[in-house]
């Protein structure tokens, strides 16, 4: 049901039945490894190329929800997801194995969460008995595709942040076991002109904040009420540009844990990832791994996750283009959380 | 978004811009300027052993500059270079080993789509425009010596 300017709450909350996360070793070394159900020791998965790679960790993160669901594969009606590829191939090659009706959707690294929302609401509408929600990303395609070859020797500047190597899928149903998607908020494009493609983090957090003030004002709802507002990926630049934009809007950001994937997912001080992690893969693993896993063991009630994006190509940025950012907010509420 | 700046745009940018971390200038130069050098003594040391071997003053840069070639695109298949150069920045990338390095990383990354369009279409991706402005500013550098002697 639409509430406020353009927010959605789920009167019946579809529940998450099973949730999954594969990543790549960089990932694996990282603070959050024990959250992940799958860790590859080899980025490449024996694959003859990159992308056939991300498809593997995509169809993994699938088949693992899937299974942990308990769910049969040919009674899901719907698969709704995207990734970061031209023409989203990794996400459209693996439904074609999955062989589950499709909808693929494109929000740059907000696909993470914007496919949550959209199974979400197909499922809490009747429209689909079950819904599976999946996103990913691998750091050599998205080098190849928007940076430089993999192996080039260029020094990367510290506003850069380090695209994750994973998947990340979650079985949506309306009845069952599991965390709850109680509301959510469509993001509006906001382009603040920043033109760096390695400061994502800056060019997004208008974006985010943009999203997160009008959710609370959607909901009438406190920064509070939720145990934790977590971003999707705006890395240690753009977490902290967050945290003053939403000061200047007198929001009480510090009444909660406010927090982003991409600085949860890795140890900046030993790994060489700059400002934090980057990509589909992030919020998706982190949020389908370690937010839903602290959810299951009652650590947390209630959390905001804001997944973000910027809607950049190669060749918009070489012809000068700022960067259009959006993102897309869904709250997960433990079974009972609301009460 | 084409055009001038916004206000509200110019205020945030100013924000964003506080928010960055300095680049070092300092650390990044002496850096680039020691592993540099080391690249360049390493060269003089192949060209003196090269001449000691019976190539003369003339011919001894040219297996030089291949034994570099050579050392380079091997650290990249190993994946070593790359890891290197975030440390030594320019110090890697300017001389002849970081021009190799950009042909081998990218013939290898596209190798997945064929030797043709993959590996021959990509190869010079990151070193083809280093080629083409060089050949400009040589030929222009030409004009002018030519120019020069003419007169002179």
């Given at each position: 049901m639409l509430q406020g300017k353009q927010s959605w709450f789920f009167e019946s909350p579809p529940v998450i039945q099973g949730y999954a996360s594969v990543v790549g070793p960089e990932e694996g070394k990282?603070?959050?490894?024990?959250?992940?159900d799958r860790i590859h020791?080899?980025?490449?998965?024996?694959?003859?190329s990159w992308e056939l790679a991300e498809r593997q960790f995509l169809e993994q993160a699938v088949n693992k929800a899937i299974e942990k669901a308990g769910a049969d594969k040919s009674q899901i009606t719907f698969y709704v997801g995207g990734d970061l590829m031209n023409q989203i191939t990794s996400t459209s090659f693996a439904a074609r194995t999955v062989g589950i009706p499709y909808l693929g959707v494109f929000g740059a690294c907000s696909t993470a969460m914007e496919s949550v929302a959209v199974a979400a609401q197909l499922v809490s509408s009747g429209a689909a008995k079950q819904a599976i929600a999946a996103t990913c990303s691998h750091n050599s395609t998205a080098e190849k595709q928007f940076r430089?070859?993999?192996?080039?020797g260029s020094q990367k500047p510290p506003t850069a942040q380090y695209t994750v190597t994973g998947g990340g899928a979650a079985v949506i149903g309306s009845s069952g076991k599991g965390p709850r998607v109680v509301r959510a908020t469509i993001g509006k494009i906001v382009d603040m002109?920043?033109?760096?493609?390695?400061n994502m983090g800056a060019a997004m957090a208008p974006a985010a904040v943009d999203t997160i003030v009008q959710h609370l004002q959607d909901f009438a709802?406190?920064?509070?009420?939720?145990?934790m507002i977590v971003t999707g990926d705006l890395a240690q630049i753009g977490h902290s540009i967050a945290r003053d934009l939403l000061a200047e809007r007198q929001i009480?950001?510090?009444?909660t844990v406010f927090a982003d994937c991409g600085l949860l997912i890795f140890d900046r001080e030993k790994q060489q990832v700059q400002a934090g992690g980057s990509g589909c893969g992030c919020c998706a693993t982190v949020t389908f791994g370690h937010l839903l896993n602290r959810m299951s063991r009652g650590k947390l009630k209630r959390i905001l996750v804001i997944a973000t994006g910027a809607l950049l190509s190669p060749l918009s940025y070489q012809q000068g283009e700022s960067i259009p950012c959006v993102a897309h907010a869904v709250a997960f509420e433990a079974e009972g959380g609301s009460q | 978004m084409a055009g001038q700046p916004t206000p509200s745009q110019k205020k945030y940018q100013e924000l964003a811009n506080s928010k960055e971390p300095p680049r070092g200038i300092v650390r990044n130069s002496i850096i680039a300027f020691v592993v540099g050098g080391l690249i360049c003594t390493l060269g003089e040391v192949l060209r003196k052993l090269f001449i000691a071997w019976g190539f003369t003053e003339k011919t001894a840069g040219d297996p030089t500059v291949a034994v570099l070639i050579l050392l380079s695109c091997i650290l990249t298949g190993c994946g070593v270079y790359d890891k290197f150069a975030q440390w030594a920045g320019a110090g890697t990338a300017v001389p002849v080993t970081g021009f190799a390095n950009s042909i081998c990383s990218a013939a290898m990354e596209h190798r997945s789509e064929g030797l043709v369009y993959g590996v021959g279409g990509n190869m010079?991706?990151?070193?083809g425009a280093v080629i083409v402005f060089g050949t400009v500013a040589a030929f222009f550098i030409g004009i002018l010596h030519g120019l020069f002697h003419m007169g002179g």
């Open positions: 990282g603070p959050l490894a024990g959250d992940f020791d080899d980025m490449r998965l024996g694959q003859k430089y070859p993999t192996e080039y002109g920043i033109k760096d493609p390695f709802l406190a920064p509070s009420y939720y145990d009480a950001i510090d009444q | 010079f991706k990151v070193a």
